[in-house]
T-cell receptor, first 109, second 116 residues
Framework: AQRVTQPEKLLSVFKGAPVELKCNYS??????LFWYVQYSRQRLQLLLR??SRESIKGFTADLNKGETSFHLKKPFAQEEDSAMYYC???????????FGSGTRLSIRP | DTGVSQNPRHKITKRGQNVTFRCDPI?????LYWYRQTLGQGPEFLTY????????KSRLLSDRFSAERPKGSFSTLEIQRTEQGDSAMYLC??????????????FGPGTRLTVT
C-alpha cells in the first residue's frame, strides 16, 4: 500500500535558521511527489512538485529513490513560512493524491 | 473569485440527520475530487469524477456516502444517517486533464461538518 510519513508533527526554528521538513514514502513504482502548504486561514495549495525541480519561495525538495524520501529544505527560514506543510504522493497511473499527516512549521522571531 | 468554492462552509447537524455539501470547481476543470480531513491528519481521498463519470471511490466511502456530478460541473456529496465519526473537514478540489498530462489540483476552502 502507498503511504506517506511525516515524522514531525511540529517543527520550531528561529528566523534565519535552516529548515528541513522530513518526508518518507512507501510505493513500489515511480510516484510523483509533492509538497502542499496551508497558511493560516487559507486553503491548501501546491508548493512544489518533484518533477518541476524548481525552487518556490526559497524551498527545494529532492526525491531520493534509494531512501524513499522527499525532504523539504530552506536555507534561511522567514516568519512568513509559518504554516502547515503536507507531503503527498500520486501514483504514476492514478489521479488521487495520498497525503501525509502534516508538519506544522513555526518560525520564531 | 474564480477558485473552487464550497457551500456551506460550516454545518452542524444531529446524529442521524442527512447532510449535503456542494462544490463548484474552477470553470472548465474536467476533474473533481472529494477529500476528508480529520483533526491532526492530512486529507484522505474519498472519490473523484471526470466530467460526470465517477471513476474511483475509496473504501472509506461507506454506503451512507454518495456523490454526484450530474452535468459535469458542480458536485454534491451527501451523507445519510450521519454519525459522530463523520465530523471532519470535507475538501473539494478540481483539476484539468488533457490526455496523459496531469495538471495541479486546486482546493476549495472546505466544509466543516460537526455531528452532535
Amino acid at each position: 500500500a502507498q503511504r506517506v510519513t511525516q515524522p514531525e508533527k511540529l517543527l520550531s526554528v528561529f528566523k534565519g535558521a535552516p529548515v528541513e521538513l522530513k518526508c518518507n514514502y512507501s510505493y513500489s513504482g515511480s510516484p510523483e511527489l509533492f509538497w502542499y502548504v496551508q497558511y493560516s486561514r487559507q486553503r491548501l495549495q501546491l508548493l512544489l512538485r518533484h518533477i518541476s525541480r524548481e525552487s518556490i519561495k526559497g524551498f527545494t525538495a529532492d526525491l531520493n529513490k534509494g531512501e524513499t524520501s522527499f525532504h523539504l529544505k530552506k536555507p534561511f527560514a522567514q516568519e512568513e513560512d509559518s504554516a502547515m506543510y503536507y507531503c503527498a504522493l500520486r501514483r504514476s497511473s492514478a489521479s488521487k493524491i495520498i497525503f501525509g499527516s502534516g508538519t506544522r512549521l513555526s518560525i520564531r522571531p | 473569485d474564480t477558485g473552487v468554492s464550497q457551500n456551506p462552509r460550516h454545518k452542524i447537524t444531529k446524529r442521524g440527520q442527512n447532510v449535503t455539501f456542494r462544490c463548484d470547481p474552477i470553470s472548465e476543470h474536467n476533474r473533481l475530487y472529494w477529500y476528508r480531513q480529520t483533526l491532526g491528519q492530512g486529507p484522505e481521498f474519498l472519490t473523484y469524477f471526470q466530467n460526470e463519470a465517477q471513476l474511483e471511490k475509496s473504501r472509506l466511502l461507506s454506503d451512507r456516502f454518495s456523490a454526484e456530478r450530474p452535468k459535469g460541473s458542480f458536485s454534491t456529496l451527501e451523507i445519510q444517517r450521519t454519525e459522530q465519526g463523520d465530523s471532519a473537514m470535507y475538501l473539494c478540489a478540481s483539476s484539468r486533464i488533457q490526455g496523459t498530462n496531469y495538471y495541479e489540483q486546486y482546493f476549495g476552502p472546505g466544509t466543516r461538518l460537526t455531528v452532535t
